[in-house]
């Protein structure tokens, strides 16, 4: 008994401890985004707090992050730009009923089939994002507004803060692990760069994050279906890409922690999230995949994790903007760099040459669709090309047998399934002009899958009827005789030995 308090109270200050080194992370990423969109950085700091705190209390994934990202960010600045930061505010809200809905559908499941050549693109590209995002910080603004790379003792200041940030993270655990390296790194570089008066740039140099509880706020926009139609479009977008990201980074979590996800409660969570958020001047958000493994690496696996950084996060706003705008910006870019290193998938640099050449081709193609575009595209795009790849493999395994049966009418017996992808394959294995008057087709090593199947059947039936030809078919599912229609009458039903399955086809109500 005591042994289990014990565990359970190293675990819950593990959770504190890795939420605040969270909290840390998250505030510069969530100014950064807010930029990218083109808001107001509270409008950041308010979406990191709100989505982060009811993802972490009724998700279907304790310890995962969530809050203000970047996939977000570069789509809704069209809004801001054309519309204004009110009809961004709706959008969200219409983006959090669109993602509930989802859940309560039970849509979560379908992040199931996504390959996994599609998950190893999905987490190499968002870690070149992220490690692209943090260059960023080695520029700097000119008198003439121009951005410019850092240069001289500036630039090796912050490399050398990053260098010793980075080795603080990795040498760390192997002396103890009673404090996140992460959070022991990022207080060592501060008391460092403030003791020795250190000339570098800091949080409160990108902007001020002091601000008070965020405002309930309805957005301010005509209610209207001018107004619909405007912020439809974004929310679907904003929905696809938030469950998208929240759903696959619960994946790679499950992967790395053993256990299982809920991802349907994950879409409600998400949901739920942006509609609080939406009516609290947030700019939504979802899962982020970099501060998550923060948390992870960290030890953070509870809910505790997420709730301390959300509200850590609504302290440092509140009360202790002046300490969290003195951490240099390099003690974070090392930290995330640190992310990159641990996110990057370097395992499926050594897959080359030992799996199929288009997994390795899928898993390229998004990962370079995800630095391009964003994660919904690159997603889609690997799901669409790996289906259409499975497609094509499968549609070469149909194949046929022919013999002669003791009545002397001849058998093509069939091999492989037969889906809308091999029906062309299928045609091609007979030949009604040169076949004997009886023909019988057999299919007890076959299955019947769409409705392509079902009318590849029919067309072949009618083949055989325009030569005169009687054909016969065998061991056919109950339900493939349903929707035969030509060659309803040339099958032979046998209930004892046809095979029993579901067609995949719209034509039974």
Known sequence: MFEFYHNHIARFRLDILSGLTVALALVPEAVAFAFVAGVNPLTGLY??????????????RPGMISGATGALAVVMVTLVADH?????????????????????????????????????????????????????QFKERGTDGVLTWLSGGTLYTMLALVALTLSIIYFLPKLTRAVPSSLAAIVTVTLLVIGFNLDTRTVGDMAAIGGGFPPFHLPSVPVSLETLWIILPYSIIFAAIGLIESLL?????????????????????????????????????????????????????GRASGITAALALLCFILFASPVIEAIPIAALVGVMFMV??????????????????????????VTGVTVATDLAVAVVCGVIVSALMFAWEHAKEIRV?????????????????????????FQELFHPRTDPDEIIVEFRGTRVADHSAIEAIDAL?????????????????????????????????NYAEDPRYHVATDKLA
């Open 47 to 60: 979406a990191a707090f709100m989505v982060g705190l009811v993802t972490a209390c009724i998700g279907g």
């Open 84 to 136: 204004g930061v009110e009809y961004l505010f709706a959008a969200v809200i219409l983006m959090g009923i669109l993602q509930v809905g989802a859940g309560m559908l039970r849509l979560g499941k379908f992040i199931r089939i996504v390959p996994y050549p599609v998950m190893l693109g999905f987490v190499n590209g968002l870690a070149i994002v992220i490690f692209l995002a943090q260059l960023g």
């Open 249 to 301: 980074t619960m994946r790679v979590i499950d992967e790395i922690t053993e256990s299982r996800g809920r991802g349907n409660k994950e879409c409600v969570a998400q949901g739920t999230a942006n509609i609080i958020t939406g009516m609290f001047s947030g700019m939504g958000g979802c899962a982020m995949i970099g501060q998550s493994m923060i948390n992870i690496n960290s030890g953070g696996l």
């Open 340 to 365: 990159v290193l641990s996110t990057f998938e370097w395992a499926s640099l050594r897959l080359l040459g030992k799996v199929p050449a288009q997994d390795i081709f899928v898993g390229v193609l």
């Open 401 to 425: 047998v022919t013999y002669e049966d003791n009545d002397g009418a001849k058998v093509y017996e069939l091999h492989g399934p037969l889906f809308f992808g091999s029906v062309s394959r």
């Open 461 to 493: 039936a009618e083949r055989y009827k325009r030569v005169g030809k009687t054909l016969h078919i065998r061991h056919l599912s109950p339900e493939c005789y349903k929707l035969l229609e030509k060659a309803g009458g040339l099958v032979e039903i």
